[in-house]
Structure formats: C-alpha cells, structure tokens
C-alpha cells in the first residue's frame, strides 16, 4: 500500500488563480527551497511565462513570499535537514519510495508542459516510475556527486547512482559552474555541452544599499564579514587567525550557524577581539549586515569536488558584489580562471592565515583604490553578474522547448558577462 502524503499549501500558492491560464511546469526538490536563492530566482522569472507547482520534502522552517501562481506542496513528516540525514537506512527508502510515488501522480494528473527536476534525487524520482514522458526534462543540479563519497550502504548513494544513467533522458542539463558541470556529465557518460547559470543574486538584492554614501565609512570601519555556516572546510580559523595580523587593525563578523557548534569557540579564541560571531540572520538583517561591512570573504578548501568548483556557484562572492564589497576568494585555478580580470577580487592561500592577512591588508590600503573597487563590484553586478541576465539564455531555450514563445518585453543585457564560465 502507497503511504499517505501529507502536504502543506504555503503562502504564496496558487489559490483562487485560474491555473489553465498559462503551460505549467512540474518543479521537483528532495530539499526545501526556500534555503536556495538561485531556485528562488529561477521561479520568479519563470513565473512569469507559466503555472509552476513545485513539489518537495517538508523540512526546516519556510520564510519566502512565493509568487501568487506558485502553488508547493512539503510531502512527508517534517523534520530538519540534519534529522532526515540521520534517519534509519529503511527511513530514508520509504521516504524516498513515498516521493517519487507523488511525483509520478503529480506528473500523470497535472500533465505539466515541462519537468524541472533540481537535484539528483529529484531526477531520480521523476524517471523512478516514468521511462518516457509527454513532458520534456530539464536537470538542473546545484551540487554534484562526488565520486569519492560513494557508499555501497547509502541509500542516496545508489540514488544518485540512479540519476547519473538517467541525465541523457533530460532535454537540457544545467549547472552553476562548468567544473562542476565536467564532473558530473563525465561520469554520466553525457557529452551533450550543458548550460552554465552561475548562482548570481537577483537585480533587487541589496537595491537599497548606496555604495556611494557608504564607501567612506566602510573603508574608515575596516570590518570584513563572512557569510556562511562555521565550519573548519570554510576556512573560519585561518580567517579568524588572519584578521589578527591585519595592520592596522581591522575585525570580522561570522554571520552563519556553527558546524559543529563546538568550533566556534576555537574560532573566537583564534580571533579574541577582533571576532565576533553573529549566528543565523534573516534575509533583511543579513543585507543591513553587509550594508556595514568593508570587505566580503569566501574561503573555501577544496575538501570536495563541489567546494573545488565553487567559483560561479558560490551565491556569497555575488552577494557581496551586489553590495558593493570587495572579495577575497580563494587563490586557485577555477577562480583565477573565473574572476581573475575583477578588479573588485584579491586572491589568497585558504590555508595560510597571513597570506589571508596580506589579501585583506592590501583591499583596505589605499582609500582611492578601495572605492574604485567598490564602485566597480556593484556596476558589474547591476551590468552583467545578476540572475536575470544569467538565466535570460536559459528561459529563451525553455520558452522555445514549451513552445511558449518569446516575451516580447524582454531586454537584451546591455553588457554581457565576462566571467569565463
């Protein structure tokens, strides 16, 4: 007997709409997303062509404003991230079984003009039941598998396994980076060229920020920020160990939950007073956050293939330019490769505290080169490194598989990126 679903109607959804009016697309996540900016993005550009129903696991609290033509159904218990990762072995099979079930229903009573399946698990669950379908299928995968994470006794790992000889039966598939992109098709012996869509805010983040009232007193302040859970493969202790031989002296903000919540305290000893860790914020605090600080942080290892290749995929580096801070990202190949021409990024060694130290030195030496770098990470986010003009080839290519035509209020971007992705 199929288990009995259990959903939940968010604000947002389609209520009172007539649903018949436009094509509609079947969106399917294994996570919650309203933890994924990007998808968040991605469904409000493409709300505006069709009808979209996004089916997902109930887990962790929602907090985002959908569109009014976005219905979602939370499938399953609801639990966090972290007790589901933790579930029993047969837990996380009946789980699994449960959702694709659903999504196959949804599939075969909404008859949806196109499939969007975001994650592995997703894909897997759309062609579980299904091996042809009326409706073309677009893959779009924000992280991928790492093949040396494989585990016979994993549930997921056999998931993915599963997805991977599933990709060729997509009609698009699509990353946020092209490394990530190589490894993933490469293993899925797919040799089609995918669409890159770099993880890039939408044109109203941080709308309300003036650099240019600002960029005196930021630079007066000397105070980095880094945004993200605290976690040793981040790179928060040589950061904080960084920021203490800064000269002169400067401070940083960890604005993120503590992984595990022991390490934050080492990460506190390592800075002393030139740290402070702020814990989770919303999306408002989080941007009155970055509305002071001097300088942004991404310093990820590269302790797995997603942290490697995370150059156009990491929605922190873009947040920051949208703000009009400074980066300093990691020094290594994909991001010299990626950003090396951005005036508004210096490179450092993620394990090594003063060449950390020396990257944040030099963004805050000179007052006439902080601005102009300043100035310059918020026009190019306003110009080119904003999700609309990233996603604009891939909607063109989804307007031409649903035969849904083009808007005839569309734009072209007056300046196309130059990030080499």
């Known amino acids: 007997m199929r288990p009995k679903l259990q959903l939940l109607k968010t604000e947002g959804n389609i209520g009172g709409a007539d649903v018949t009016a436009r094509p509609s697309i079947l969106m399917v996540l294994y996570a919650n997303p309203d933890y994924y900016p990007p998808t968040f993005n991605a469904v409000g550009i493409l709300s505006k062509h069709f009808d979209i129903r996004i089916v997902c696991r109930k887990m962790d609290p929602e907090f985002r404003r959908w569109p009014a033509n976005v219905a979602?159904?939370?499938?399953?218990?609801?639990?966090?991230?972290a007790n589901k990762q933790n579930q029993s072995t047969g837990a996380k099979l009946r789980e699994f079984a449960m959702f694709a079930g659903a999504v196959h229903e949804r599939i075969r009573t909404n008859r949806p003009r196109l499939i969007y399946a975001y994650d592995a698990h997703?894909?897997?669950?759309?062609m579980w039941h299904l091996r042809k379908s009326a409706a073309p299928i677009i893959f779009h995968a924000h992280e991928v598998a790492d093949p040396d994470r494989f585990r016979i006794t994993?549930?997921?790992?056999?998931?993915?396994?599963?997805?991977?000889?599933?990709i060729n039966s997509a009609a698009l598939t699509v990353f946020p980076d092209k490394r990530r992109a190589q490894a993933m098709l490469k293993r899925a012996q797919d040799s089609r060229e995918p669409m890159i869509v770099p993880n890039y805010p939408a044109r109203n983040f941080a709308s309300e920020i003036d650099v240019e009232r600002l960029v005196d007193r930021r630079f007066a302040e000397r105070r980095a920020i880094y945004i993200g859970p605290v976690a040793p493969d981040n790179g928060h202790l040589e950061a904080a160990l960084a920021i203490r031989r800064v000269d002169p002296p400067a401070t940083l903000d960890f604005v993120g939950w503590a992984s595990p919540s022991t390490f934050v305290s080492q990460v506190r000893a390592a800075g002393g007073d030139?740290?402070?860790?702020?814990?989770?914020?919303s999306e408002y605090e989080k941007t009155k956050r970055l509305e002071s600080a001097s300088l942004g942080l991404c310093l990820y290892k590269p302790v797995s293939v997603n942290w490697?290749?995370?150059?156009?995929?990491?929605?922190?580096?873009?947040e920051y330019a949208a703000c009009g801070l400074p980066v300093v990202v990691p020094d290594r190949a994909d991001f010299r490769e990626a950003l090396g021409r951005e005036q508004w990024i210096e490179f450092a060694d993620v394990n090594v505290p003063d060449s950390i130290a020396a990257a944040i030195t030099k963004t805050l030496a000179n007052r006439s080169r902080y601005i102009s770098s300043s100035r310059a990470a918020r026009r190019r986010f306003e110009?080119?490194?904003?999700?609309?003009?990233?996603?604009?080839p891939l909607l063109e290519k989804i307007l031409e598989i649903t035969g849904s035509g083009r808007d005839p209020g569309a734009q072209p971007s007056r300046e196309p990126p130059r990030l080499a992705v």
Request: hydrophobic content about 50%; charged content about 15%.
């Open 72 to 81: 979602i159904e939370r499938l399953g218990a609801y639990a966090s991230a």
């Open 122 to 126: 997703a894909l897997s669950a759309v």
């Open 154 to 166: 994993s549930p997921g790992s056999w998931i993915v396994k599963f997805a991977l000889r599933s």
């Open 274 to 281: 030139h740290v402070s860790t702020t814990g989770w914020l």
């Open 308 to 318: 490697e290749h995370c150059a156009t995929a990491s929605n922190k580096i873009f």
């Open 383 to 392: 110009r080119a490194l904003n999700y609309e003009i990233a996603f604009a």
